[in-house]
């Protein structure tokens, strides 16, 4: 069975950083690109970043790029979302994602999804 | 970027009724266009993707079609489970976009 779980998330001053983790488990966790989508509090979803499984290509939503950074640790399974210059409207629930569809190099839909990790940007 | 626009954004019905949510699209997504259920508290589930297909373990009540700009996603038969926000994502180009949102509640 697929597992993700995010861990990482809390309180944050604006302008500080985070790092968000997700595990993995039960698939091979090279073999799928990954992505992190947030939903800021009773608000819609929002697609920020997809990466690759053997790091091939990287995508950014703009409201995110320079600011943030994907990346994957393949041998441990992880995926992690660096994120820095945090403002208020980063304020959400972070998800990591699956992609569908296997070895694909440019990332598809979002199949299994983690439970989310909470990150609030507030003084 | 592509715009996806989903109505209604609530809608409300009796158990057994048909919803049907519509998504349009400011430009073609050709085919490639999702649907995701999230429950409260939930982190969304994908139930339909490339317009039409059905996840395994998706109920057949749910159904999607269309094509270029506009899709729909029809829920027949209501059950009380079905109470959900329905999002539709396409992946024709990056940025991937969400529409935002279909409330479905049981009158």
């Given at each position: 069975e697929v597992q993700l779980l995010e861990s990482g998330g809390g309180l944050v001053q604006p302008g500080g950083s985070l790092r968000l983790s997700c595990v993995g488990s039960?698939?091979?966790?090279?073999n799928y690109a990954m992505s992190w989508v947030r939903q800021a509090p009773g608000k819609g979803l929002e697609w920020i970043a997809s990466l690759s499984g053997r790091n091939e290509k990287i995508y950014y939503a703009d409201s995110v790029k320079g600011r943030f950074s994907i990346s994957r640790d393949n041998p441990n399974n992880t995926l992690f979302l660096d994120m820095g210059?945090?403002?208020?409207?980063?304020t959400a629930t972070y998800y990591c994602a699956q992609d569908?569809?296997?070895?694909?190099?440019v990332p598809s839909y979002f199949d299994k999804w983690g439970p989310g990790t909470l990150v609030t940007v507030s003084a | 970027d592509i715009e996806m626009t989903q109505s209604p954004p609530s809608v409300s019905a009796s158990v057994g009724d048909r919803v049907t949510i519509t998504c349009r699209a400011?430009?073609?997504?050709?085919?490639?266009l999702a649907w995701y259920q999230q429950k409260p508290g939930k982190a969304p589930k994908l139930l339909i993707?490339?317009?039409s297909n059905l996840l395994r373990?998706?109920?057949?009540r749910f159904s999607g079609t269309g094509s270029g700009t506009e899709f729909t996603l029809t829920i027949i038969n209501?059950?009380?489970?079905?109470v959900a926000t329905y999002y539709c994502l396409q992946?024709?180009?990056?940025p991937l976009t969400f529409g935002g949102g279909t409330k479905v509640e049981i009158k």
């Open positions: 039960g698939f091979t966790f090279s210059s945090l403002r208020g409207d980063d569908f569809a296997f070895l694909a190099t | 400011s430009q073609s997504v050709t085919k490639w993707y490339t317009t373990g998706v109920p057949g209501l059950q009380p489970e079905d992946t024709h180009l990056f």
